[in-house]
């Protein structure tokens, strides 16, 4: 570790909270409904769009037709997008005259997109045709995102209100979300990409001589308006298969610190944009905070573990001064790559600009950590602020009991049906994750697709049922994930983790937003100061590592202390 | 604070040696499965012992160890079933009392409205019955008085033995089963059907029979059923797991890790801290009718509060003697003292403890040349007539009339700082008179400041005036500066105008208060409350407090007051003592805290189980896990078998915690949450690290492991 590494990492950290302050001001009017910037520019546009789809604007629904509008949008855009995949050898823009995706791959790829996983088993430049990437995986970078913005919007529309029988109009946030907040910003990362030298065409390759004169062929295509919903919309679904690695995605330092930015700077807003709207600023301020200190300390767990080097090659007498540089780009070096990596996996982004599977143990625990614990410091777009705030509904519930009140949080009651929402989003995550990873763990056929063997083959199955049940989708590279048993399991996994972890969500929405709001008062104990940030972290941390712990000590801890012993896998 | 009925100690000999067959006879899991994570600790348990059965007859040498998992995983069930037949077998203790007054009672059930009766079983009364209770009669049911007036004893429900009246219409018709008349006789109105009056339900309340999960009770258990969830989820798929790894972890120690996972501690203790919540209800003679009521307490925002009985005494008392016209203070006190002598209402004697205890007056016998003018509520004036001394004491107009001062009517006319006075006069009608300007001043004073003036007069001449006030307890202040750090607010409900209720409000602290109030006006303002989201307790006895108590979300009503206001409330003061309210709220806020406190600390102590399990589990395939071994355990057997025997036996050590509750201060909840997070949180991780490794050092000292 040193100074340079770390005030590269505190810039961008910085960066991200001064930018998503007023960038949460914005967001809060648009979650309401209200006049902002754009509304001059957009009113008309987002007009027509209701009016095309005969959408009543100022009909609001109640959580359950929330819910299943967002189903049914979901599953139009599974299948729409299956079909472009299955029929893109007879649709256009396919200059390289690609076959159609297999079955089970197809299957796979339009789950992970739809649901804002961007788990990808196969390699988009030699898979997917241009309109497949464009109007398939691009379409859906937007669209899962504004989806996971609705839900977020609707949640906390259920803290700010009293007494309503409505969340809102999925419609509307849905169309709000991506015409308000995730185009303008789209465009204007994607030309300052271009402007670092991002590739933005619609052609397929260009053909280059080597200097042993050989022919080689360089894929291109539409990098840069990807590349910038990939890391705003914290999807992660790189246009080449070696993501921000690649120097097509990320050419040079800058941009590879710009990527980081785009992918934290909207969790961290809507976070604070929580505040806004329940009219207290605070409230969102401390969510943040405890968002910005999980993502911190693993990121200087990463850094640390990194920057020291692999001790078994440092006794061979290798430098260890730059850090372990396996698997990372040396453009942007052991700190940059510690960062994306856990601000990959503390958002849902899945991006990679490093190989996690070459990290060392603990440098990859790290990650993996973020991705058990749901990637929510500070998660995916919406994702992020609505795991958060299920999170502080179970610490509340907990800790508010130890005030002698029945625990309520923002002034609503947490009761039973609350207590069996939140419970019920939270077994998801251990059912899909060791659930899978226990089956893949006993069958022949799953083992076969491991690269490694011993203790760091199970931190790859982990990470991949954890990375796609928790939506994010960076993969830990050992794992041969595109055969049938992985294309399916995952693809439960990616759905369970979406969908029935926002069903409960959306109905505790429902359940806050019917209930009475109690005044604050002394014996209510403050959701806003450093104590509650504390009881959060200490809620978050224990309730994981008791879920987690096992399989951890198993994966990369036992691998850790094997290293120093000297044994490697 | 009082106790009447007898409390049996925290650990009783009878109630441990009833409590210890109890909790045998809980092992029934038909009666289990209302608490999952001790069903899911006893089905876990058999599975053991099975698997011990299995060791002893292979006869490999593992049945030591299983055989001593299975006994302490026995021993978790029937310590957490142990836990909850102590809580109840306190209540049955006091349940058992109260039925021995419950005997098979004759009544004397009248025909018409004739006083001829035939005697029956009290059992066969029917309700609207009317019956006949004579001097040494136990009343056979809950009723009301319909005719006569009877001095009770009601000791058999409130364990005071001071007799209380009961008469004939008003607020004090009510009248209880059980309770035995020991003077005169009254007729009383049959309001309840045997098996279901006030002696029946709260021998039902207080054994726990009707006892239901409340609702807090209930989202916490469905917190604990989900953490049974994962970690269930978290031990099942660890067997492919470890097996990937090259381990073979046997379902005996897969079990053991289950069982220290899982919140067997809150899981075991959560029905004893309900149900000694509503025991310490009982024996602070409040009688909730649910525990639903005793946790709506702990959530109070708003005490409504009667001033008379509960912020003030329930008299006004002699505060401030002024004197006028020259006289000076001690001859006023003196005068005053005599003419109150044979005053014996509450003010009088208010009047002579003043005189004694401010000017250090003796009370003189009157001499037999005295003559006494006893106060009578016509005259509203008591006096002596001593030779040449004419002594009066009484309400200003009255003194007044008597004095023959005249007056010029344009002395008073000018309104303003003789306003008072005038009203006074009209009121009653008696012809305005001359009064000495600074006796009205001080007349005028003492009614501003809501207090009522009384005029001392001897030979016809005013000597001063005292100031009766109502008298706030001395602690009331501090009581409700307490309350307000607790976050709830309290308003004062009077019938005094609103200058005397702000003068009053004002001097007790409280935050808010209601003048002239009405029972319409309580109601209101309860709804006006729980608009806001408020919970509002209130306390009252009559009939007309009925609606509002039924609105209220912790309505207590008095023992003394009408069926109707019992009916209403949902808790019962057997002491009748409307301040008792502000401790039923900290008996509710216990009752949270002591669940939430457990709570965590169950949670807390799983970190320690893991650091002691996990690593003895992979010891043998991954030898370096022994890093995390950091109690250094002895072996792997010993420290699993330590973490279930700590486990088992924390139930136990939390038992008197669980049933003397948390203590509640009121300190402000950041406060609080911050003080208990550090004891039962970090304290939650820490103490089992401390205790496992005690154990192991026991176990490995007696080669059990």
């Known amino acids: 570790m040193n100074a340079i590494g770390l005030a590269q990492i505190a810039v961008v950290l910085a960066t991200v909270v001064f930018a998503a302050v007023p960038l949460s001001a914005f967001i809060a009017r648009v979650l309401a409904g209200e006049r902002n910037v754009l509304t001059p520019v957009l009113l008309p546009v987002e007009r027509v769009f209701y009016k095309l789809s005969g959408v009543d604007p100022a009909r609001e629904q109640s959580w359950l037709v929330y819910t299943s509008a967002m189903l049914a949008f979901s599953v139009v855009g599974f299948a729409s997008l299956y079909a472009l995949q299955r029929l893109q050898n007879v649709l256009p823009l396919d200059p390289q005259g690609f076959d159609p995706v297999p079955a089970d791959l197809a299957f796979n790829t339009s789950i992970s997109f739809i649901t804002n996983t961007n788990w990808q088993n196969y390699s988009g430049e030699t898979t997917m045709s241009h309109l497949v990437q464009m109007l398939g995986l691009t379409v859906h970078n937007f669209l899962s995102a504004a989806t996971g913005l609705a839900m977020a919007f609707a949640l906390v529309r259920g803290f700010a209100r009293a007494e309503s029988p409505t969340v809102g109009n999925f419609w509307v946030d849905l169309t709000r979300g991506t015409l308000y907040v995730l185009l303008p910003l789209s465009i204007v990362v994607a030309l300052a990409l271009v402007a670092l030298g991002v590739p933005q065409t619609l052609s397929g390759s260009v053909e280059a001589t080597t200097l042993e004169g050989a022919k080689q062929v360089i894929s291109i295509g539409p990098v840069a308006s990807q590349e910038a919903i990939k890391e705003l919309g914290t999807n992660g679904g790189g246009f080449f298969n070696a993501n921000s690695a690649h120097p097509f995605e990320s050419p040079n330092a800058i941009s590879n610190l710009l990527e980081i930015w785009a992918l934290l700077v909207i969790p961290f807003a809507l976070a604070f944009a929580f505040g806004r709207a329940v009219l207290d600023f605070r409230q969102g301020r401390a969510i943040a905070i405890a968002m910005l200190i999980v993502l911190v300390c693993g990121v200087l767990i990463a850094y640390w573990a990194e920057a020291a080097g692999n001790p078994l090659l440092t006794s061979i007498g290798v430098d260890p001064s730059p850090g372990n540089m396996e698997g990372k780009e040396v453009r942007f070096g052991v700190a940059t790559s510690a960062l994306f990596a856990a601000a990959t996996t503390g958002t849902s982004t899945g991006a990679v600009n490093s190989m996690h599977d070459s990290f060392m143990p603990i440098g990859g625990l790290v990650p993996l950590f973020n991705m058990l614990m749901g990637s929510i410091a500070p998660g995916g777009v919406g994702a992020g602020l609505y795991g958060f705030l299920v999170l502080a509904v179970v610490a509340v519930f907990v800790a508010g009991l130890m005030v002698g009140r029945t625990p309520e949080y923002l002034g609503k009651k947490i009761e039973a049906r609350e207590m069996k929402l939140a419970m019920l989003a939270v077994l998801i995550y251990p059912l899909c994750v060791l659930g899978f990873s226990a089956a893949s763990a006993l069958l022949p056929g799953a083992l076969a697709s491991l690269n490694n063997a011993g203790p760091h083959g199970l931190s790859e199955i982990v990470y991949a049922f954890a990375s796609t049940t928790d939506n994010n989708g960076s993969a830990f590279a050992g794992l041969s994930g595109n055969t049938p048993w992985y294309n399916t399991t995952l693809g439960i996994a990616m759905t369970l983790g979406r969908f029935a972890y926002v069903i409960p969500v959306l109905a505790m929405a429902g359940s806050f937003a019917a209930k009475k709001k109690a005044p604050a008062s002394r014996g209510t104990f403050p959701t806003h100061g450093p104590l509650f940030i504390g009881l959060l972290l200490g809620v978050i941390v224990v309730l994981y590592l008791l879920q987690y712990f096992p399989a951890l000590a198993l994966g990369p801890v036992v691998e850790h202390l094997l290293l120093a012993a000297g044994k490697t896998f | ?705």
């Open chain 2, 1 to 705: 604070m009082s106790s009447k009925v007898a409390a049996p100690g925290l650990l009783d000999r009878a109630i441990i040696g009833r409590a210890a067959i109890d909790a045998l006879i809980k092992l029934d899991p038909r009666r289990l499965a209302r608490n999952p994570v001790i069903f899911v600790t006893e089905a876990v348990s058999a599975v053991v012992t099975l698997l011990f059965i299995r060791d002893l007859i292979a006869n490999d040498g593992s049945a030591l160890f299983s055989g001593q998992i299975a006994a302490w995983l026995w021993f978790t069930v029937l310590f957490a079933n142990f836990a909850e037949a102590v809580a109840e077998g306190r209540g049955k203790a006091q349940a058992d009392a109260l039925r021995r007054t419950r005997t098979d009672t004759k009544a004397k059930r009248t025909k018409g409205g004739s006083r001829d009766y035939d005697i029956v079983s009290a059992l066969e009364l029917k309700l609207g019955d009317v019956v006949l209770v004579e001097a040494g009669d136990l009343i056979p049911g809950d009723g009301e008085v319909v005719e006569g007036v009877a001095s009770v004893n009601e000791s058999a429900i409130t364990g005071e033995s001071a007799p209380v009246i009961r008469e004939a219409g008003g607020d004090r018709s009510a009248v209880t089963g059980g309770t035995t008349v020991l003077s005169d006789w009254v007729r009383v109105k049959i309001t309840a059907a045997p098996g279901s009056t006030f002696i029946d339900r709260m021998i039902a309340l207080v054994e726990g029979a009707e006892r239901q999960k409340t609702p807090n009770e209930l989202a916490l258990s469905i917190l604990l059923s989900g953490l049974t969830i994962i970690f269930l989820i978290v031990c099942t798929t660890l067997w492919p797991l470890a097996n990937y790894s090259g381990t073979v972890l046997s379902l005996t120690v897969l079990i053991a890790l289950l069982v220290c996972l899982i919140p067997t501690t809150i899981g075991g203790l959560l029905s004893a801290i309900g149900i000694a919540g509503m025991d310490r209800l009982i024996r602070f003679n409040v009688i909730a009718t649910s525990g639903r009521a005793v946790e709506a307490a702990g959530d109070v925002d708003t005490l409504l509060l009667d001033k008379t009985g509960t912020i003030t005494f329930g008299n006004r008392m002699a505060d401030e003697l002024i004197p006028v016209g020259g006289v000076g203070e001690h001859e006023l006190a003196e005068a005053v003292l005599l003419a109150s002598l044979a005053d014996e209402t509450p003010e009088g004697r208010s009047i002579v403890a003043l005189a004694k205890s401010r000017y250090g007056l003796a009370a003189p016998a009157p001499g037999a040349d005295a003559r006494v003018v006893p106060f009578s509520a016509h005259s509203r004036i008591s006096g002596l007539d001593l030779p040449g001394r004419s002594l009066r004491k009484g309400a200003v107009d009255a003194i007044l009339a008597q004095t023959q001062s005249i007056v010029d009517r344009a002395d008073i006319g000018g309104a303003g700082a003789n306003g008072a006075i005038a009203e006074i006069l009209q009121r009653a009608a008696v012809s305005p008179i001359r009064a000495p300007e600074d006796f009205t001043r001080a007349v005028e004073r003492i009614s501003r400041a809501g207090g009522t003036p009384l005029a001392v007069s001897e030979n016809g001449r005013l000597l001063g005036v005292v100031h009766l006030k109502d008298i706030i307890k001395p602690d009331i202040k501090a009581r409700f500066a307490e309350l307000r750090a607790m976050g709830i607010k309290t308003v004062m409900v009077t019938g005094d105008n609103p200058v005397t209720a702000a003068a009053i409000a004002s001097e007790a602290g409280v935050d808010d208060f209601i003048a002239q109030a009405t029972p319409e006006d309580k109601l209101t303002y309860i709804r006006k409350e729980q608009q806001g989201g408020r919970l509002i307790a209130m306390c009252g006895d009559g009939t007309n407090d009925a609606p509002a108590l039924a609105q209220a979300d912790v309505g207590v009503a008095m023992q003394t007051g009408t069926q109707a206001a019992r009916e209403a409330g949902n808790m019962v003061d057997l002491d009748s003592d409307p301040t008792k309210l502000i401790e039923i709220v900290a008996i509710g806020k216990q009752l949270l805290m002591t669940r939430g406190s457990l709570t965590t600390f169950s949670i807390a102590n799983d970190v320690a189980k893991y650091f002691a399990i996990i690593p003895a589990l992979f010891v043998v395939t991954y030898p370096e896990l022994g890093a995390l071994n950091v109690m250094k355990l002895v072996s792997p057997q010993s420290a699993i078998l330590s973490a279930v025997i700590f486990n088992a036996l924390i139930i136990i050590a939390l038992i008197p915690l669980a049933l003397k509750g948390v203590a509640y201060r009121p300190i402000g909840a950041a406060a609080l949450l911050r003080r208990n997070l550090l004891i039962y949180g970090l304290g939650g991780v820490i103490i089992p690290f401390v205790g496992i490794k005690l154990i192991d050092m026991i176990v490995s000292i007696l080669h059990l492991a």
